[in-house]
């Protein structure tokens, strides 16, 4: 309600200044014949002038905005992958019982195309992952998630993180296996039916890591190549992995 009365009172005051003004050229000039001809006037370009407002100026602006939300989102994106996103994907890779049939697709290089990026996103969508929670070391992965919580939930609160709803759902995700293994006595003394339900928990935040790791990865590769030469050598599916440049 109260929006809506702010909306009436600009244009009545909008109304009342212009006819105001019209009013104060008349008592200068005494010419309505020149009041109506310039008012048709600028009556008649209103049309064009929405038009060039709208769907110029508003578009330019809006993709400028896109564009400055996009960085900002991808700057978060990569501070996840920095701090834990990338040793979450090792950590489950290792327990990935299917992964070998895919390693060699997920080694990306400096040559890869927008194509190659494409192939492996839809490539991994039908990937059968499959976790192997019985070796998995859930207390370690608890010590490392819980050490990141206050990470999560600022990760959470950011504003910014509405623009990418991939993204928002793995966070989702992570902070849910992390509440899973929180609210958790010793893992040791978890029956083996427990242990599954937290391997599928894990299943799920590292179906999501892989394919918002592509995403990134495609980013770095198209806009800074300095941070995904970084991300190559770095690249978790690649046993051989090394920061040092050789």
Request: charged letters at 20%; one cysteine or more; glycine letters at 4%.
């Amino acid at each position: 309600m109260k929006d809506k009365n702010w909306i009436i009172v600009l244009v009545s005051t909008l109304v009342a200044a212009s006819a105001l003004l019209y009013f104060i050229h008349y008592l200068v000039f005494h010419d309505l014949h020149h009041i109506a001809l310039f008012g048709l006037h600028e009556l008649a370009f209103l049309p064009v002038e929405v038009l060039i407002v709208t769907l110029v100026i508003h578009r330019l602006l809006d993709n400028r905005e896109k564009k400055q939300k996009l960085e900002k989102l991808n700057m978060v994106i990569g501070t996840f992958f920095s701090r834990m996103g990338t040793t979450l994907i090792t950590c489950f890779a290792g327990h990935d019982l299917n992964i070998e049939s895919v390693r060699s697709e997920l080694l990306v290089n400096d040559a890869w195309s927008e194509a190659n990026f494409s192939n492996l996103s839809a490539r991994m969508k039908s990937h059968p992952y499959k976790i192997d929670a019985c070796t998995m070391d859930f207390e370690r992965l608890r010590t490392f998630l819980l050490s990141h919580e206050d990470f999560l939930m600022r990760l959470l609160e950011n504003p910014v993180m509405l623009e990418h709803e991939g993204f928002t759902e793995l966070l989702r995700a992570t902070f849910h296996l992390t509440e899973e293994l929180r609210r958790r006595g010793p893992i040791a003394e978890c029956p083996l039916s427990d242990i599954y339900h937290l391997g599928g928990d894990v299943k799920r935040v590292y179906g999501l890591l892989i394919h918002e790791w592509i995403a990134y990865m495609h980013y770095l590769k198209r806009n800074y190549p300095y941070l995904f030469s970084l991300a190559l050598r770095t690249n978790p599916f690649d046993p051989e992995s090394s920061v040092m440049v050789t």
